[in-house]
């Protein structure tokens, strides 16, 4: 299994006693906890620790740094002063996301300023446990992005190229219940594959619902709860919300669809990754025709 370090600096150990009105109930076992469970669901083994101390965080770092394949670091007040911790998520070059509990860009000034977050892929803050999730996602989605490029490099297959997509997306995130691609084929979009349970709408004119919507305005459309939105084509009562990314090179080539039980589950960092990836797509299209 693949694994990934989550790292946690200073006072942190104090978590549930430490202020909770801005840090939350949950002590540092139960946040690992809801991390633990999470990163089960992704296929994660999570390795997890936590120092006062900015050497043993760096070590630890230098450690793991080739058994790993990313990292989600809390690193509390590191993360405003430590050119040292810094200077050691650079030299590692695994991919990482910064994350806090609290929201740091409304609270002291000084808390504003990370010297972490150019070497980091983002900075995710104010979610409590649930921001070290998403940087987990964000973690996932580069490290998705890399395999479906050695995927696209290793193939002259545009339908391999897409599977790859399809296949990689519905592994690593739990809560993408469906996960398809439509091609365009005149004025319609066609379903070319997914994982998930089947659908009924393996045509849809351009234009129509949302999947139709995304490619006529060639942009991406989020919806995060689709009973509300008139043009959802219902296919599946359970389903919450959805993304809906074009193909778009010197033409559109189709649509990444992605369905979620969950409401709003799709959010920036995800509309970021499956655009970069249907970007890749595009390129790898663009040169075979
Ligand atoms: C923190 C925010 C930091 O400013 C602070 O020093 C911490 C925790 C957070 O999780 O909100 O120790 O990183």
Redesign the pocket.
């Known amino acids: 299994m693949r694994r990934i370090l989550f790292l946690h600096?200073?006072?942190?150990n104090l978590l549930g006693e430490r202020e909770p009105e801005?840090?939350g109930h949950l002590t540092l076992q139960q946040v690992n906890e809801k991390i633990a469970a999470f990163a089960a669901k992704c296929k994660i083994e999570p390795l997890f620790f936590q120092s006062n101390h900015e050497g043993q965080i760096i070590d630890f770092i230098h450690t793991h740094r080739r058994e790993a394949v990313g990292m989600v670091i809390?690193?509390?007040?590191f993360?405003?002063y430590s050119y040292a911790l810094r200077d050691a998520l650079e030299s590692v070059q695994l991919p990482v996301a910064e994350?806090?509990?609290?929201?740091?860009h409304r609270?002291e000034t000084f808390?504003q300023i990370s010297v972490i977050r150019d070497v980091c892929l983002a900075q995710i803050?104010?979610l409590g446990a649930e921001?070290y999730c998403r940087g987990l996602e964000v973690v996932l989605g580069f490290l998705g992005r890399k395999e479906l490029q050695q995927a696209i490099n290793e193939t002259a297959n545009a339908d391999e190229a897409y599977r790859a997509c399809v296949k990689i997306l519905k592994r690593d995130f739990p809560k993408y219940n469906w996960v398809g691609i439509y091609l365009v084929e005149g004025n319609e979009l066609v379903v070319h594959n997914y994982i998930g349970a089947p659908t009924p709408h393996t045509r849809i004119p351009i234009g129509q619902g949302i999947c139709g919507a995304a490619v006529a305005e060639e942009e991406t459309i989020i919806v995060a709860d689709v009973n509300a939105d008139p043009r959802y084509l219902a296919c599946s009562l359970e389903t919450k919300s959805e993304i809906v990314v074009p193909i778009q090179g010197r033409r559109i080539y189709g649509e990444i669809d992605i369905d979620s039980h969950t409401p709003n589950a799709f959010h920036e960092h995800d509309q970021n990754m499956l655009e970069n990836m249907a970007k890749d797509l595009a390129e790898f299209l663009d040169a075979a025709e």
């Open positions: 600096g200073p006072n942190l801005i840090y809390n690193a509390g007040a993360t405003h994350v806090h509990l609290s929201d740091i609270r808390r803050s104010g921001s």
